[in-house]
């Protein structure tokens, strides 16, 4: 079965500071990597998404690296705000096959004032 | 703005009873999904249409069963609701994918109890 393994599964960081959630995949097959972000009460929104050619994308305060040999790729959130407070998950998901999206099991972070 | 509906937040039922959660997207989009999500476990794919009348299993479709009559509404039926089907349910949507993101648009979700 295709897994996305993410850890940890809750995260505590002072305001300020960084926080990394990092998800490892053992389909080599997958071709997209998307970052979900989820306040409460909300369904998940796309936050950052990167594909395996490149090692970096930065979109503001967030970052994805991604290490394609490792099969593993992590989130991290610079300058972490109590807004960014909410659950990330990570997926992966390939071309074809409908466009089945599989997700990781979810972090809770909470950005501490 | 693309937007997925659910049809109720909150939804309380009684052991064995017959279930229907309905899901609603604007954006013409081809693909609609039904995930489950519970504390540690993620998000959860029951089932899956890639177009109207058309459906996969996803991952845990035991107990459940979808219906996809017209391309905007996909609904999830739950024949004989049980207790270890109390969970939050997710609808999603995405286009057709020809280049760029594989983008999911997410509704607000469901959380069923069942009693």
């Known amino acids: 079965q295709q897994q996305v393994k993410q850890s940890p599964q809750s995260l505590i960081v002072q305001k300020g500071g960084i926080s990394i959630i990092n998800c490892a995949y053992e389909?080599?097959?997958?071709?997209?990597f998307p970052w979900y972000q989820q306040f409460p009460g909300k369904g998940p929104a796309l936050l950052i998404a990167i594909r395996p050619d490149v090692s970096e994308k930065k979109e503001g305060r967030f970052t994805i690296s991604f290490n394609k040999s490792a099969k593993q790729f992590s989130l991290h959130i610079m300058d972490s705000q109590p807004g960014d407070s909410a659950t990330y998950f990570c997926a992966a998901s390939m071309r074809g096959g409908y466009q089945k999206v599989t997700f990781g099991t979810g972090t809770k972070l909470q950005v501490i004032p | 703005d693309v937007k997925v509906t659910q049809s109720s937040r909150y939804l309380v039922k009684r052991t064995g009873e017959k279930v229907f959660l309905e899901c609603v997207q604007d954006?013409?989009?081809?693909?609609m999904f039904w995930y489950r999500q519970d504390p540690g476990l993620g998000l959860r794919l029951i089932y899956f249409s890639y177009d109207v009348k058309m459906k996969e299993k996803g991952d845990i479709p035991e107990g459940y069963s979808v219906s996809r009559e017209k391309k905007e509404r996909f609904s999830l039926i739950l024949e004989s609701a049980s207790t270890n089907q109390t969970s939050m349910y997710l609808c999603a949507s995405s286009p057709l994918r020809t280049s760029g993101s594989n983008e999911q648009y997410f509704g607000p979700g469901t959380r069923l109890t069942v009693t």
């Open positions: 389909n080599t097959a997958f071709d997209y």
């Open positions: 954006m013409d989009h081809e693909n």
